[in-house]
T-cell receptor, first 113, second 115 residues
Framework: AQTVTQSQPEMSVQEAETVTLSCTYDTSESDYYLFWYKQPPSRQMILVIRQEAYKQQNATENRFSVNFQKAAKSFSLKISDSQLGDAAMYFCAYRSLARQLTFGSGTQLTVLP | SQTIHQWPATLVQPVGSPLSLECTVEGTSNPNLYWYRQAAGRGLQLLFYSVGIGQISSEVPQNLSASRPQDRQFILSSKKLLLSDSGFYLC??????????????FGPGTRLTVT
């Protein structure tokens, strides 16, 4: 069964600094997608970034980038130049042809002014 | 652009009462639709998904049911609520391409408290 693990329940970062959130997943499939979602206090889930497993290049969206290590089944999110508005719960998620979107348990990110 | 709506935003219902939560999507056709539940401080659990009108798949056995009477409308229901049904309910949609759906976009959610 596919599982997604986020081993850091809470993280904090100083404003303008860089922080990396970890995610590992377990799968026997070769074709899949990985996502990071952000859930601010409003609780609406917002897509931050996605990565296709067949692409070796790491995805980047402005200050957000990922480090995708397919062999290690690792998918970390790096937030550069952290802003107060980045404070939220961050969820890693996995999706394949055979499986619906599966979420990790989340990492609560606090940004310190 | 696409927009997803959910209502109501907040609901307080007594145990044993019925439930109806509605989700509609604008700006796209034939989307895949999803219902999730999120318990406090936890991740999302997929409850139901639909690939077309009248087509519903259930991920977990429970006290809830779902229906899709129109292409862009998805309804979550219960005949008799339980205390354990309390939580935050999120509706989501995704495009389909060759049968494989990609990232999902979420609505604002409904906070349900069963008393």
């Amino acid at each position: 069964a596919q599982t997604v693990t986020q081993s850091q329940p809470e993280m904090s970062v100083q404003e303008a600094e860089t922080v990396t959130l970890s995610c590992t997943y377990d799968t026997s499939e070769s074709d899949y997608y990985l996502f990071w979602y952000k859930q601010p206090p409003s609780r609406q889930m917002i897509l931050v970034i996605r990565q296709e497993a067949y692409k070796q290049q790491n995805a980047t969206e402005n200050r957000f980038s990922v480090n995708f290590q397919k062999a290690a089944k690792s998918f970390s999110l790096k937030i550069s130049d952290s802003q107060l508005g980045d404070a939220a719960m961050y969820f890693c998620a996995y999706r394949s042809l055979a499986r619906q979107l599966t979420f990790g348990s989340g990492t609560q990110l606090t940004v310190l002014p | 652009s696409q927009t997803i709506h959910q209502w109501p935003a907040t609901l307080v219902q007594p145990v044993g009462s019925p439930l109806s939560l509605e989700c509609t999507v604008e700006g796209t056709s034939n989307p895949n639709l999803y219902w999730y539940r999120q318990a406090a401080g936890r991740g999302l659990q997929l409850l139901f998904y639909s690939v077309g009108i009248g087509q519903i798949s259930s991920e977990v056995p429970q006290n809830l049911s779902a229906s899709r009477p129109q292409d862009r409308q998805f309804i979550l229901s219960s005949k008799k609520l339980l205390l354990s049904d309390s939580g935050f309910y999120l509706c989501a949609w995704s495009r389909t391409s060759g049968g494989f759906s990609y990232e999902q976009y979420f609505g604002p959610g409904t906070r349900l408290t069963v008393t």
